[in-house]
């Protein structure tokens, strides 16, 4: 055999070889879409807010208690040399934080000059949803949150309902901290 007829015959064994031993490719799924979001807890509700609309989760730091504001103003807290304004989301909302301070969470936004802290009983972290998980149905006992709402994940027989903070910074209600004289 000649040594170019020799050299191509070893190159094809190597190849026959590599293809014998090679793995196959996996299988190939299908990747659906998700949505992600900051899971957190309001009494027995969870609640995921939009990635974007939350700037930071913070332990609830001390505060001082402002005179002259709404039950639901817990007080104003310095967090790295900036004055964060911290609000009770329970008592925003008619009822009362439960558990010790301890468990409670802060989630700061930041929208435009805004910046606040919404203190809430829990977060779960980021929470990954498939995107047909998706409804517009509101659980009856979150009718009070409706403005803030947009829809819900169902997964593993848990609801997420979609809470915007943003949509509560910009209302009303929310920049009206003064208590009636």
Not at 31 to 58: C, N, Q, T, Y
Not at 123 to 149: K, N, S, W
Request: glycine share 8%; proline share 8%; with cysteine.
């Amino acid at each position: 055999m000649s040594e170019p007829s020799a050299a191509f015959a070893a190159l094809l064994d190597i190849a026959e070889r590599s293809v014998r031993a090679a793995r196959g490719l996996p299988a190939q799924v299908d990747i659906k879409p998700h949505w992600s979001g900051i899971g957190f807890s309001l009494g027995d509700h969870r609640l995921v807010a939009p990635m974007g609309e939350v700037a930071e989760i913070l332990v609830q730091p001390p505060s001082t208690r402002l005179p002259g504001v709404k039950p639901w103003v817990a007080g104003v807290s310095n967090v790295r040399g900036r004055l964060l304004p911290l609000i009770d989301m329970e008592v925003f909302f008619g009822g009362n934080l439960a558990g010790g301070r301890k468990n409670h969470r802060v989630l700061a936004l930041e929208l435009g000059d805004l910046f606040s802290g919404l203190i809430v009983n829990q977060v779960y972290g980021m929470q990954h949803f498939p995107v047909d998980c998706f409804t517009d149905e509101i659980p009856q006992a979150l009718e009070p949150l409706r403005p803030y709402l947009a829809g819900a994940y169902k997964q593993n027989d848990v609801t997420w309902t979609v809470f915007s903070p943003f949509k509560l910074a910009q209302s009303k209600e929310f920049f009206n901290a003064a208590a009636a004289s």
